[in-house]
């Protein structure tokens, strides 16, 4: 009988046949893996309480060993595919987060310099072939079995199944198992790669990880040998359906040839072409949408993210504006209106506080550093960005700037700006054409420098302002 061990996964059985998913162990021994790729039950650490962009950190250390172990899976399953095995994947849910690259980067001069930590994004499905398809988070209950290899499994199991993740498959014909009640979305496939195969599951959890660790009962026991004998009836249906003699080189001489198979090929190639073509439109589009939808960044974000939504509202607002960073000196941005006004923004985000002085601080040396520079004659007028509250709703939100931000602002003539404010004045000007309202909101920024900024009222949409852009 082949072998069978679970990577992160509960087998509840009395065999040695659980690998922890933070382990870099081998899996030469074994036939068949199944992994659950969870960092739930892993001793990898967040860089608490820092994040990024909104996503989980985490530490040095961590970085470096979940790189690791991410490319040691993705070395162990391609030896197995290369040897005829076969590897599944239940799909727990995805983990989007950021790790530490080791590298820094480094602005200023003596003891004004500083060092920053490089950071990427990453997440918990890394160690998988990229062609399998993009894996994302939508969860369920009603998990509909299409084909007969997983039928029996799902009659058995279905009382452990839910499913936290759904597939869109690469182009590479895979073969659908799952799909949700209106068959829109692919909850499990087999995709053939190289001698074996890789076949995504919906969750499932047979036992919780105390129980495992302790003792199990015979129920567990009886259960668990019912799950390997549905893994190993699914396995060798796949296996089979895989195991056709691969076509020699001379059978596509032209004596072979059938013509309605060759008329058919022609389809395919068409078809394909338009495929490609939509693709390239459906990228653009994506890109489109990616830049509009960044602007709600306005209303959550912190940080960088923070920092390019608001860099386009203000280009909306007819700004120009742009991060400036010659080495020594770093500005999140630096505004300049048709007015002939000169602003240096800073951005902050806070999840439950007010926006308070450090920020402000920081953003008075910025205009006097930038007033410092040998090409600028006049200083720039200073512009504080705010995001407080950032993950409740606009409307339920009670605090701006602290009083002694405000005071500090009221001394310095700096503009004190709420974000959430700035995104509806944005999205008025993303969705219409009227340069009299934008100029007045410039002038309003203007004016009220050294205050928290009232933006003027929406005007009311009309066709004639209206934009089909």
């Not at 849910?93 to 602005?107: A, L, M, N, V």
């Not at 512009?383 to 009670?398: D, M």
């Amino acid at each position: 009988m082949k072998k069978i061990v679970g990577v992160g996964f509960f087998i509840p059985s009395e065999e040695d046949d659980y690998i922890k998913f933070d382990s870099q162990s081998s899996l030469s021994d074994f036939d068949i893996a199944i992994f659950y790729p969870s960092f739930s039950k892993t001793n990898y650490r967040r860089d608490y309480p820092t994040t990024y962009a909104g996503k989980d950190l985490y530490d040095h250390e961590s970085s470096i060993q979940i790189a690791e172990n991410a490319l040691h899976w993705a070395n162990e399953i391609k030896s197995m595919l290369d040897n005829s095995k076969n590897v599944y994947v239940i799909l727990c849910p995805r983990e989007d987060f950021y790790i530490h690259t080791g590298e820094k980067q480094y602005s200023g001069t003596g003891r004004s310099q500083k060092a920053t930590n490089i950071v990427t994004g990453f997440y918990n499905y890394k160690f998988l072939p990229s062609n399998i398809g993009d894996i994302s988070n939508s969860s369920g209950q009603i998990i509909v079995p299409l084909h007969s290899a997983v039928k029996q499994f799902y009659e058995a199991f279905q009382d452990y199944m839910n499913y936290e993740c759904y597939i869109k498959p690469s182009h590479e014909n895979p073969t659908v198992l799952f799909t949700t009640k209106s068959k829109d979305k692919v909850l499990g496939l087999v995709q053939k790669k190289d001698k074996g195969s890789i076949i995504l599951l919906p969750n499932i959890q047979l036992t919780d990880e105390d129980k495992f660790m302790g003792e199990l009962t015979k129920e567990d026991i009886k259960l668990g040998k019912i799950f390997i004998d549905h893994i190993l009836k699914i396995d060798k249906t796949i296996s089979g359906e895989f195991s056709k003699t691969p076509s020699p080189d001379w059978v596509n001489h032209k004596n072979y040839e059938i013509k309605e198979a060759e008329l058919t090929k022609e389809r395919i190639e068409e078809k394909k072409t338009k495929i490609s073509q939509i693709e390239q439109e459906i990228e653009h589009l994506n890109l489109n949408l990616e830049n509009q939808e960044n602007l709600k960044g306005l209303l959550y974000e912190t940080g960088k993210a923070l920092e390019n939504a608001v860099i386009q509202a203000l280009k909306l607002l007819g700004y120009t504006t742009e991060n400036f960073n010659d080495g020594t000196l770093e500005l999140d941005q630096v505004i300049n209106s048709p007015e002939g006004h000169r602003y240096i923004g800073e951005c902050e985000g806070k999840d439950n506080k007010d926006i308070d002085i450090s920020k402000f601080r920081q953003l008075q040396d910025s205009l006097n550093e930038d007033f410092q520079r040998e090409e600028i004659s006049e200083k720039a007028y200073g512009i504080l960005f705010g995001n407080p509250q950032r993950l409740v709703s606009p409307s339920k939100r009670t605090l701006d700037f602290t009083e002694k931000c405000k005071n500090g602002a009221d001394r310095e003539k700096i503009g004190l700006i709420k974000t959430a404010d700035l995104f509806k004045v944005a999205k008025y000007l993303l969705e219409n054409k009227d340069e009299i309202f934008k100029e007045l909101c410039r002038k309003e920024i203007h004016n009220q420098l050294g205050k928290v900024v009232k933006f003027p009222a929406i005007p009311k949409k009309s066709a004639s302002t209206k934009s089909h852009s």
